[in-house]
């Protein structure tokens, strides 16, 4: 028997306590609290929405950037693969990412002729004025493919590991993270890899269910595809494929089975490598270089005359291995936190991910991370595990790389944390009390949303509210000073009726091109006066090609009046300043 109060009154029913808007609120909240468990085929349509949505802030920092300083040798590499059926240009980079950048030029006409210089190539078929902006565009508008192949791979992972509502969030986290937003909008090879990677671990993880050979071949395609994307592929699947063995091994009967399993996978992996290389045979020697990196042929005798012979498949592979190990050896010109140097630094991967990712990606990362870890025997956890585990390993190996001049080359980091910080979000979103951790997670994601929308166009020089002003006092390469600005420092000069300028410009544009008409080179160690723009790695280490760093530090005396773009300094010297 039921008591009734001691007023007298019957006990008010759920959801019967107070007016009608706040039952309305309740049942809008309760719907909204568990749509991150949906199941039907809307949120896949929300995933694929917000990913397309993305492509329009990407699309528009087209005309905003002129050419970066890789693209024209890319785009060059691609078209020498369509129109001559070749890959000798600049074997540095596989193929794969070039091609489908070179491929909207190569539609629209443009065609490579007998110059020997990949840059001076680009720029010819890039030309100037409307040609130029249209060129480099429909080479960009080709990155845009593996944008979509991130997200496919990113809303997969997540929502195998915590449902289709995560994998939405992990979609919108990813597409509104400024470095992948500026990366797909440049036509380089650092987001394919990156979309190569996220559904190298996917594909792992279906393969795994049922190791059958349709499955085996996909893997294959899969993983072949993604070393044709870049070489620090090598370094990455290893450790990605590892990660995902946490989870235990194939669904197959013995170990035997397991690796019979296996042959498919490799199998069709190679022959996609060989065909991505034209399915090509010739010596592994380039013929400008009878030893092999400069070493004379005395000292290899008989190696090198066997290393001449013309039976070797996919020979520019061979060849770009050995120019890619080559220069990792022997490091870049770079500077970080206030030193300069050429063999690297530990710590400048995981500062500049500190520097460069928004802090609410950070928190939801480090949230998701917590609780996978704590719960990761629980089979949905053991994948934000293993994603963790393959981003932290991936940033591992690069520590001691002696390269240091760009986080770009840590891209692949972010489509698997990604999902770590889709399941924090989530996990925050479900575990909180009085609307308490749902109300932080929509206002972490809501943060790095803003985060974005108040960088564009500038994706490229982001860097979050922890890093002071100016940027170049933590680096003053590709995440910050590309090349990209060429253009805004023309739109600048313009607008100030400046036409004679000093120019010492650290990137592959023709100044023409953008619209500089009259400017003379800035001379290394030599004082100048008037109008002087400069680049701010200039500045700060000379022209890259030269062994001095101090080309320009005369200048440190003055203060630029103006800034183009994030990465060109704009200076009025009067004569009679520099005695």
């Known amino acids: 028997m039921r008591i009734p109060p001691a007023s007298g009154r019957q006990p008010t029913p759920p959801?019967?306590?107070?007016?009608?808007?706040?039952?309305?609120?309740?049942q809008l909240w309760g719907r909204f609290h568990r749509s991150v468990r949906l199941t039907g085929p809307v949120l896949p349509l929300i995933a694929g929405a917000v990913a397309l949505a993305a492509t329009l802030p990407i699309t528009g920092t087209y005309h905003v950037y002129n050419q970066t300083w890789d693209e024209p040798a890319h785009i060059v590499a691609g078209l020498e693969w369509l129109q001559r059926g070749a890959y000798r240009f600049e074997p540095l980079h596989?193929?794969?990412a070039r091609i489908v950048s070179a491929a909207g030029p190569y539609l629209a006409g443009a065609r490579l002729d007998d110059d020997p210089n990949p840059w001076s190539q680009g720029n010819r078929i890039l030309g100037s004025g409307d040609r130029y902006f249209r060129m480099l565009g429909l080479a960009r508008a080709g990155t845009l493919l593996f944008f979509l192949l991130a997200c496919v791979g990113v809303y997969l992972v997540a929502r195998r590991a915590?449902?289709?509502?995560?994998?939405?969030?992990?979609?919108?986290?990813?597409?509104?993270l400024p470095l992948v937003l500026a990366h797909a909008g440049l036509a380089t090879t650092d987001l394919a890899l990156a979309s190569g990677t996220i559904l190298s671990f996917a594909g792992f993880l279906w393969w795994r269910d049922a190791p059958t050979m349709r499955r085996g071949i996909a893997l294959g395609a899969i993983l072949g595809a993604t070393v044709l994307t870049k070489f620090s592929s090598l370094l990455f699947l290893p450790v990605v494929l590892g990660s995902a063995l946490l989870l235990g091994r194939p669904a197959a009967r013995d170990r035997n089975a397991a690796l019979r399993a296996l042959?498919?996978?490799?199998?069709?992996?190679?022959?996609?490598?060989?065909?991505?290389?034209?399915?090509?045979?010739?010596?592994a020697l380039p013929p400008d270089d009878p030893a092999g990196s400069g070493t004379s042929a005395q000292s290899f005798g008989l190696a090198t005359r066997i290393a001449k012979l013309p039976v070797y498949?996919?020979?520019?592979?061979i060849q770009g291995l050995a120019a890619y190990a080559g220069q990792s050896g022997k490091g870049r010109k770079a500077y970080f936190m206030g030193e300069r140097g050429r063999t690297g630094w530990w710590t400048f991967f995981p500062t500049m991910f500190a520097l460069k990712t928004p802090i609410a990606f950070l928190a939801l990362a480090g949230l998701g991370a917590v609780t996978a870890v704590a719960r990761r025997r629980e089979p949905g956890q053991r994948i934000v595990f293993a994603a963790t585990v393959a981003a932290a390993g991936c940033l591992l190996v690069l520590l001691p790389s002696r390269v240091n001049i760009g986080l770009r080359h840590?891209?692949?980091i972010y489509p698997l944390l990604s999902v770590t910080a889709a399941y924090g979000a989530v996990a925050l979103w479900r575990r909180g009390r009085h609307r308490v951790g749902a109300a932080a997670a929509v206002a972490l994601i809501v943060w790095q949303v803003v985060a974005a929308w108040r960088a564009h166009p500038d994706f490229l020089p982001y860097f979050n509210e922890l890093a002071a002003e100016p940027p170049e006092r933590y680096v003053v390469d590709s995440d910050l000073d590309w090349g990209q600005d060429l253009k805004r420092l023309a739109d600048t000069l313009r607008s100030r009726g400046i036409t004679d300028v000093a120019l010492a410009?650290?990137?592959?544009?023709?100044?023409?091109?953008?619209g500089i008409e009259r400017y003379r080179i800035l001379v290394p160690f030599r004082p100048d006066t008037g109008w002087i723009a400069i680049s701010v790695f200039t500045r700060t280490l000379g022209y890259w090609n030269q062994p001095t760093s101090d080309d320009f530090a005369w200048l440190e005396r003055f203060q630029p009046v103006a800034r183009a773009g994030r990465s060109m300094l704009l200076y009025r010297i009067e004569a009679g300043s520099n005695r």
Not at 15 to 26: A, K, M, S, W
Not at 263 to 283: D, H, K, N
Request: hydrophobic letters at 50%.
């Open 15 to 26: 959801h019967r306590d107070g007016t009608l808007c706040v039952v309305v609120r309740r």
């Open 94 to 96: 596989p193929p794969l």
């Open 162 to 176: 915590a449902g289709p509502g995560a994998g939405v969030v992990a979609v919108l986290l990813l597409s509104t």
């Open 263 to 283: 042959r498919p996978v490799w199998l069709t992996a190679l022959l996609l490598i060989w065909i991505g290389y034209r399915a090509s045979v010739g010596p």
């Open 313 to 317: 498949p996919a020979p520019a592979l």
């Open 410 to 412: 840590a891209l692949s």
């Open 505 to 514: 410009y650290n990137g592959s544009a023709d100044p023409h091109a953008v």
